[in-house]
C-alpha cells in the first residue's frame, strides 16, 4: 500500500510539472500599445495621431473581434471584425501594415499581429471602403454590410449585446480590385502553416507493410508470460 501511495504521489508531481503555466493577461487579449504619428483609418473612423491600445474581446468562441482604447483605456472607439491574416515569420515586435490610399487621405489599417505570432487580424471594412481599398491595392479586402459600420463605435459591455451579435453574424464578403464581390473564402482561403506543409508533403501516402504479423504475436506472448509470473510471485509475498 505505501509503494501505491508513493507512485501515486509521483504521478500527480509529474503531471503537475508538465502543466503549462497560467498565460499572462497581455497573452490572452494581445493587448498592444501603439503610437501613430499622423492620422490612421480603420473601419468606419479615423485615428488622430496619438497612442491607442488594441485588443482582442473578451470572447473564447471568436478570437477576431479587436477592441480600439486611448492609451488610458477610459475611451472606447470601437470594436472591429477581422478575418485570420497569417505570417511566415512572427515579430518580436508589434506589427501594424497598412493599405495604399488615395492622396490626401490617411492610411488604412490592414492589419495587426501580436509579437511572436504567425496569425494576426486583417480588418474587415463596410462595403464601400473595401471596394475603394481593393482598387487602389489591386488586392481583395475583406468587407462588411455598410450599414454595420455604425455598431462599431457603440458603447459595448458584453459581446452578447445586440449590435455586436448583428455584426457577429454579419455575411462577410471580399472585393476584388476589379469590383467583383466573391465570398470571403474564395479571396481568403485558410492559410496552412508552412512547416505544416512541409510535414504534410514528406509523409508518405501509404504506410510500408510489415512482412508478417508473427513476431508482435510472439513478442505479445512474452509480455504476457513476465506479467504472470509477476503477479504470482506478489501473491506469494503478500501471504
Not at 47 to 69: H, W
Not at 171 to 177: D, E, G, H, S, V
Not at 196 to 210: D, E, G, N
Amino acid at each position: 500500500m505505501r509503494n501505491a501511495t508513493i507512485f501515486m504521489t509521483f504521478m500527480c508531481l509529474g503531471a503537475l510539472g508538465v502543466m503549462p503555466p497560467p498565460a499572462r493577461a497581455d497573452e490572452w487579449n494581445q493587448k498592444t500599445i501603439l503610437t501613430f504619428s499622423g492620422p490612421v483609418e480603420i473601419p468606419g473612423q479615423v485615428l488622430q495621431p496619438g497612442t491607442y491600445v488594441f485588443k482582442l474581446a473578451d470572447s473564447t468562441s471568436d478570437r477576431n473581434i479587436v477592441e480600439v482604447f486611448n492609451k488610458d483605456e477610459n475611451h472606447f472607439y470601437g470594436f472591429f471584425l477581422a478575418i485570420p491574416d497569417y505570417r511566415l515569420k512572427p515579430s518580436d515586435k508589434p506589427i501594424i501594415t497598412f493599405e495604399e490610399r488615395a492622396t490626401g487621405s490617411p492610411e488604412a489599417v490592414k492589419a495587426w499581429f501580436y509579437p511572436g505570432e504567425n496569425y494576426g487580424h486583417d480588418f474587415v471594412y463596410p462595403k464601400a471602403k473595401a471596394v475603394e481599398l481593393a482598387k487602389a491595392n489591386k488586392q481583395p479586402v475583406a468587407s462588411m454590410p455598410n450599414a454595420m459600420a455604425a455598431n462599431t463605435t457603440k458603447p459595448t459591455k458584453t459581446m452578447q449585446e445586440p449590435h455586436v451579435m448583428a455584426m457577429k453574424q454579419a455575411p462577410l464578403k471580399a472585393q476584388k480590385p476589379a469590383g467583383e464581390e466573391v465570398e470571403i473564402g474564395e479571396a481568403f482561403p485558410p492559410t496552412l502553416p508552412a512547416a505544416q506543409t512541409l510535414a504534410a508533403a514528406k509523409m508518405p501516402k501509404k504506410l510500408p507493410k510489415t512482412a508478417s504479423p508473427l513476431p508482435l504475436v510472439g513478442l505479445i506472448g512474452l509480455l504476457s508470460l513476465g506479467t504472470a509470473g509477476l503477479l504470482r510471485r506478489a501473491g506469494a509475498n503478500c501471504k
